[in-house]
């Protein structure tokens, strides 16, 4: 193989200290031959010895590890890949644009999502033959639930929005118990881990048990599983969790009984409002076998579509909803803790006006967003870029190929 010296070429790399502008010799094969040599061997029509003494020779942009993860850390962080341009320039006095830097997003975000699903698969192939020595007192809570959000595919009914499950796994080791200013106790998760995913629940709750694991699950004397009463999750906890006290989100259930009272009342507020709030307190006390008995007459009701059928979805979840014993038992019975979760990692960064988002490129951001808000983006982005092995994937190589 024969390589020539072919004219020096000025080029920027971007690093966590800022822009960096050098003068790189390109070799190139001084024939056919060669060049095919060098391209079969490595992927590259050019040597470029500056990128390889830079260590960015293998990389899929013009920027070390260290500053692409910085580039993905401002784009999820920040409510639009502009707003991350504009804060990139601030900090390292020299610009990426928003184009790039939803490039590189992508790239890192797939990378540490299809390290998740490893992981996912590998934990639910076990799922069946795990033995647990619960050797930790307290809770371990696991909640989930699902919200949408707007893509540009449309499915068989010709809609574009899909939905985005989530899940949230905390325990009580990490809730500090504090007053507020009225003299009401609050209770603070200090620490909690998020997993997203866009698609069915068969995939989901991979990624969910996963997250439990890590979390602690199996391990915990006690493990607590809070949803809002819809099938999917029911169906799920059962199958992964099957040593769970479940429990029916109240809030949920009190919306639910509100909206039944207003379609069977006619919205008459002098009717509806105090049989819902009576109904609600029997719930509260634990009185199940009364509350039936308040809903029955009225469970063949035609109701609009936007209402549950209250009496079946309380039957669906009669051994869900002992409250009275959760709150002697210390635990929560209310799923606020990932009705917040949805705000701060799907809505505030994915669902502000005007957007909507390809299946893939939103789930590589909702990916990095979670490792963020669960606190573990050096752990989970930046020690895994910093160990990959990009020689070997097919997306790197930008640097490879001479351009200037």
């Known amino acids: 193989m024969i390589l020539k010296n072919d004219k020096k070429s000025k080029i920027k790399i971007m690093t966590t200290q800022g822009c960096l502008t050098i003068n790189r010799t390109v070799l190139r094969p001084i024939d056919e031959i060669s060049a095919k040599r060098l391209y079969e061997e490595t992927q590259s029509l050019c040597v470029v010895p500056m990128d390889i003494a ?7 942009f013009k920027m070390t590890r260290a500053m692409m993860c910085e580039v993905a850390f401002w784009a999820q962080n920040q409510p639009s890949y502009k707003s991350a341009e504009t804060i990139l320039k601030k900090i390292n006095g020299e610009g990426v644009a928003a184009s790039t830097i939803r490039l590189v997003t992508d790239y890192i975000g797939k990378i540490v999502f299809e390290a998740d699903t490893l992981e996912a698969n590998e934990r639910y192939a076990q799922l069946i033959n795990t033995t647990y020595t619960k050797d930790k007192k307290g809770i371990l809570y696991i909640q989930t639930d699902g919200a949408a ?4 595919v449309r499915d068989n009914n010709g809609s574009t929005w899909r939905e985005n499950k989530l899940g949230m796994v905390f325990s009580s080791d990490n809730i500090t118990k504090r007053m507020s200013k009225k003299g009401e106790k609050i209770n603070i998760i200090r620490k909690k881990e998020y997993t997203s995913y866009i698609g069915s629940v068969d995939e989901f709750k991979k990624y969910l048990f996963a997250c ?3 979390s602690g699950y199996g391990r915990y004397q006690t493990t607590v599983v809070l949803g809002d009463g819809a099938t999917w999750i029911r169906n799920m906890s059962d199958e992964l969790f099957p040593d769970a006290v479940q429990i029916l989100d109240l809030f949920h259930l009190c919306e639910n009984i509100y909206e039944y009272a207003k379609a069977i009342f006619k919205n008459d ?3 509806y409002k105090p049989w819902a709030e009576n109904l609600i307190e029997r719930f509260k006390n634990s009185e199940t076998t009364e509350a039936l ?3 029955k007459p009225y469970k063949n009701r035609k109701l609009p579509k936007s209402v549950v059928n209250l009496y079946t979805y309380v039957q669906n979840n009669i051994n869900k909803i002992d409250y009275k014993l959760y709150e002697e038992k210390g635990y929560y019975i209310g799923s606020g803790a990932i009705e917040s979760g949805n705000k701060v990692v799907l809505q505030k960064r994915l669902k502000l006006a005007g957007m909507r988002w390809n299946d893939r490129t939103a789930q590589y951001l909702l990916t990095l967003r979670t ?9 989970s982005v930046v020690n895994r870029i910093a160990y990959y092995d990009f020689t070997n994937d097919k997306g790197a190589g930008v640097n490879r190929v001479c351009g200037e």
Do not use: Q
């Open 293 to 295: 008995a308040i809903i």
């Open 212 to 214: 439990a694991v890590r």
């Open 371 to 379: 490792k963020f808000e669960s606190g573990s983006w050096i752990e």
């Open 149 to 152: 959000l707007n893509t540009r």
């Open 54 to 60: 830079l260590e960015i020779d293998t990389l899929p």
């Open 269 to 271: 507020e002098a009717k």
